[in-house]
């Protein structure tokens, strides 16, 4: 297991305007026995007021995809958590700003064998989360 705490934040596509920010934060990567890749991972919202939103995971769009050093894509061919389902997050502070917060995983394929280091790439958001070294 490789532990990181690598954090992007980002203003999220299609979100009410009560949303301020969302940020994505890698906490671990499990090399798997198949050499499969499991990317743990947590969406924290920024929430103004007693309001709610459905965090929309990315099981079919693939927005969200790793790119090594050798230019590989690698698509996530698996998930759970509030990556593979609707996250209801709401905000409990009436007057001011709360953080809600749902965890989940991506499952990339096994990396090819000369393949060191990893950036993990939201296309549909526009940040890249860089230098994930797996030796």
């Known amino acids: ?25 890698l906490n671990a990567v499990r090399v798997n026995g198949d050499y499969s890749l499991q990317f743990i991972l947590n969406w924290s919202s920024s929430i103004t007021g007693l309001q709610c939103y459905d965090h929309v995971p990315d099981v079919d769009r693939h927005d969200i995809f790793l790119r090594d050093d050798l230019d590989h894509r690698y698509d996530h061919i ?32 096994a990396a090819k064998p000369e393949a060191t280091t990893f950036n993990l790439v939201d296309n549909r958001n526009g940040f890249i989360i860089e230098g994930i070294v797996l030796q």
């Open 78 to 109: 698996d998930s759970g958590g509030c990556a593979a389902v609707k996250e209801n997050l709401c905000g409990s502070n009436y007057s001011g700003e709360d953080f809600a917060d749902c965890s989940g995983w991506l499952l990339f394929p």
């Open 1 to 25: 297991m490789y532990y990181y705490n690598r954090c992007a934040a980002y203003i999220p596509a299609n979100v009410p305007p009560f949303v301020n920010y969302e940020v994505l934060c």
